[in-house]
């Protein structure tokens, strides 16, 4: 452990050893109502199952889906398990189906996709008391609800909670989408996190090394602290803290872990991705530079 003065700052940083492994952030799935079956519409002829060789038109309808910019593929899977998506007026749900996109009409909860579109690459700074997918059963705000000048159909990449601010990325680039929420690729996110309490040495090791949550051991994770003040409610930390997985309210678990709630969380990179001048609720492209260097960090 060791300290180095803030950026930028009088306070002192402390930061714990850097291990190397690598994981992802999950990405939010679309909602929405469920196709219905046009009677109007052929059967689907050119449907095809997996196991029959295509070397030309038919594909995946997964692949398709992602290609479009519908979802990510492990997320277009879910929408066709969920009886989502129809071709040709027959909904779909079994995986591994195949139909030819220059022929066939695909639709997801009724509406048409089109595989040719110009790919949107969105970077929001999230505030907090926003849901981070398309719609909500509950009625809450969603990050879409910023976007609203955006007119391509995109989606946010990874889990960004109700309760947290920060970088989000969303996009209409299926490929790029699931790249970057696959353990395998190592993009790494970058939090911020506001803390009860000041964690000492043994507690920022164990986030560092990982820890069981839930039955499961957390990667190694980049851990440093910023700042350490105290407030009119007690001691208080800032600390940074690096992972490449996405579970559920991971960050707020691992530090609940250590006796050290979060009082604050903010994302403040996505791999090479930030942003500290751009308010909360403002959104913008990523630049040529921006995405070029985010497709490398991805593996593309």
Request: aromatic letters at 2%.
């Amino acid at each position: 452990m060791r300290l180095r003065p803030e950026r930028g700052g009088g306070a002192n940083r402390r930061e714990a050893p850097a291990p190397s492994e690598r994981e992802r952030e999950p990405s939010a799935a679309a909602s929405g109502v469920g196709p219905r079956r046009d009677s109007k519409m052929p059967g689907p002829a050119s449907i095809e199952k997996s196991r029959q060789p295509a070397e030309h038109g038919p594909e995946r309808l997964q692949k398709i889906l992602s290609a479009a910019g519908v979802a990510s593929r492990r997320l277009s899977e879910e929408l066709i398990t969920q009886g989502r998506v129809s071709v040709n007026g027959t909904v779909v749900t079994e995986l591994g189906t195949k139909a030819d996109p220059a022929r066939d009409e695909i639709k997801v909860d009724g509406r048409r996709i089109r595989v040719e579109q110009r790919r949107v690459y969105i970077l929001l700074n999230k505030p907090r008391g926003y849901v981070t997918t398309r719609s909500d059963p509950e009625g809450r705000p969603t990050v879409m609800d910023l976007v609203t000048r955006v007119r391509e159909y995109v989606y946010p990449v990874g889990r960004l909670d109700y309760d947290s601010e920060g970088l989000l990325l969303l996009t209409n680039d299926g490929e790029l989408a699931s790249r970057l929420t696959h353990p395998r690729h190592e993009v790494e996110r970058i939090y911020e996190a506001r803390v009860k309490g000041l964690p000492d040495a043994h507690e920022l090791d164990r986030l560092a090394r990982g820890l069981v949550i839930e039955g499961r051991r957390t990667s190694r994770a980049r851990v440093t602290v910023v700042q350490m003040r105290e407030t009119p409610g007690g001691s208080q930390a800032i600390i940074e803290i690096a992972i490449h997985e996405g579970r559920q309210r991971q960050v707020r678990k691992m530090f609940d872990a250590i006796g050290h709630p979060v009082v604050r969380l903010r994302r403040v990179a996505i791999g090479p991705i930030t942003d500290d001048e751009m308010p909360p609720g403002h959104y913008r492209e990523l630049t040529p530079r921006e995405l070029s260097a985010l497709r490398k960090a991805a593996g593309l």
